[in-house]
């Protein structure tokens, strides 16, 4: 099982379910690597089997071209993202995407990241040119990239339904990297998690799961999107997409309405008042995510927060981090009409409290020279992403307190702050290409420009392979005093390490 072929451009290599057939990108052994793609991990989630937990898939016989990307949950090729995400049309869509620069290489025992796309859990795509893992086989690790169900088919609360079903294919995927990943020279005891998103999302989720422990070693969680849906939020969302959809909200109720029905109705379902731009941030701001992981006292047993400071997870090491301006740019448009109002009281529209808006506020007197469009963007970049990164990181040091498992593992926090030349703000999704090193590749300079510094790619990128080997990202870990934050594209006159790097949310924590 461990002999490789190589014809041409061709190689191959074995998993449990059978033989697969890539493609090299390179020469063999001169700094190439080879990709297989599409390889499912379950059987497709249609008919008897839409709203299941993921079955395995089934073997075959032969050789198996895994030479093109598999279908995608990711139905919408606009996407809701700044991230190219191809939507690739068919039914099997729980596909595992492995680039390796040892393929049959059983005992290579290279480090391993598995990579889970974002896209607000009802959108992206494993298959973009951004997740191609070319710069880190380069660098010795193996990267393998998920898909998962998306939106109401993956998440939705159903009656006669098992809960969090692309929970469960994150589970299932990851469980394929443990049992296949060392035929492709990975070393299934040297795993990586990381995403960004709704992907950061599900890597703190898959953090505090104490189901999950057993199949991944260490964590990234790049600007995460924690979703969290209580159950009464869950079930609520699902019986008015049952109504707009003029069906019972049960398991043969749903199945009779097509995938792609339930996702045009889905955004109204998830927010009453999806076209009121005001009541969308009031729900985001107050309950989170329509869609996503939701906390069904069973797989997932409590909010991931509670799970990290009990001590799930305390053994593991994380990466954690946003970026300065994620979504500081979405009332960009507006800033005009909102020039001459108030921050204080636009914040109040938003249904901010008085006290926490006068703290906010005072910890941010600088930013307030950006005008209110971009304050009130910031508040909710704040509020969603960057304030996970300090409430995720004081968990974990209560955790490693109450724990009383293994050694406990070190959080490192980051952020990145240098703004896009195309875009004005270091925004959500801008460190995407400098933690994969692909600025090159041609969708990258409508967000970084032409000329992006590789300088900051290297540090972002050799920060995450040296996570990944087992080494320590480069800078001192967080501690609640002190708040040790690296900054990637900070000022060239500022220090790259800084004390209290997140000292601008703490009003929001």
């Keep these: 099982m461990t002999d490789i072929t190589v014809a041409t451009r061709f190689a191959e290599a074995d998993t449990v379910a059978g033989r697969v057939r890539g493609s090299w990108r390179g020469e063999p052994g001169a700094g190439g690597s080879a990709a297989f793609l599409g390889i499912p991990f379950a059987k497709a989630p249609v008919g008897e089997l839409r709203f299941a937990a993921p079955v395995p898939a089934a073997p075959w016989e032969g050789v198996r071209d895994a030479l093109e990307f598999g279908a995608t949950a990711h139905r919408d090729a606009s996407g809701i993202t700044l991230i190219p995400e191809p939507a690739i049309p068919g039914d099997s869509t729980l596909n595992v995407n492995v680039f390796t620069p040892a393929p049959g290489r059983n005992g290579a025992a290279l480090p391993v990241i598995v990579w889970i796309h974002g896209g607000g859990y009802i959108s992206g795509s494993p298959a973009s040119p951004w997740y191609d893992g070319r710069a880190f086989t380069r660098d010795g690790v193996v990267t393998v990239t998920i898909s998962y169900r998306l939106g109401f088919d993956g998440f939705g609360c159903i009656e006669g339904a098992p809960s969090n079903r692309g929970v469960r294919d994150w589970l299932l995927a990851l469980q394929w990297v443990q049992d296949n990943i060392a035929e492709f020279g990975g070393d299934p005891a040297r795993v990586t998690i990381a995403g960004q998103s709704a992907g950061g999302g599900a890597v703190l989720t898959l953090l505090g799961m104490p189901a999950a422990q057993h199949l991944f070693h260490a964590a990234w969680a790049m600007s995460a999107a924690l979703a969290d849906v209580s159950q009464e939020r869950a079930r609520a969302a699902a019986e008015r997409l049952a109504a707009l959809a003029g069906v019972t909200p049960t398991r043969e109720g749903f199945a009779s309405v097509s995938e792609q029905t ?37 797989l997932v047993p409590r909010p991931t927060i509670e799970s990290l400071r009990a001590g799930v997870g305390a053994d593991k090491p994380l990466v954690i981090g946003s970026t300065d301006d994620e979504f500081t740019m979405v009332l960009d448009g507006a800033a005009r009409k909102l020039r001459f109002i108030p921050v204080g009281i636009a914040l109040a529209k938003l249904g901010v409290p008085r006290a926490r808006r006068r703290a906010y506020l005072a910890d941010n007197r600088a930013q307030r020279r950006l005008g209110t469009a971009a304050m009130l963007g ?3 970049t704040d509020t969603v992403f960057r304030s996970t990164v300090v409430r995720v990181a004081e968990a974990r040091a209560t955790g490693a307190q109450v724990s009383a498992g293994p050694g406990h593992a070190a959080t490192w926090a980051y952020r990145f702050s240098w703004p896009s030349p195309t875009k004005r703000w270091a925004l959500h999704c801008l460190d995407v290409p400098f933690w994969f090193d692909c600025l090159d590749e041609p969708h990258v300079a409508a967000i970084a420009g032409d000329a992006p510094p590789h300088r900051l790619a290297a540090a972002v990128h050799g920060a995450a392979v040296g996570l990944a080997r087992g080494d320590d990202p480069g800078w001192r870990p967080w501690s609640d005093a002190a708040g040790t934050t690296r900054v990637f594209g900070g000022a060239a006159s500022a220090p790259d390490v800084i004390a209290d790097g997140y000292r601008s949310v703490r009003a929001l924590v």
């Design 262 to 298: 339930l996702h045009g109705l889905q955004s109204k379902a998830g927010d009453p008042e999806p076209d009121d731009r005001l009541a969308v941030a009031r729900s985001l701001l107050g309950d989170g995510l329509p869609w996503g992981p939701s906390v069904d006292g069973e």
């Design 378 to 380: 910031r508040y909710v």
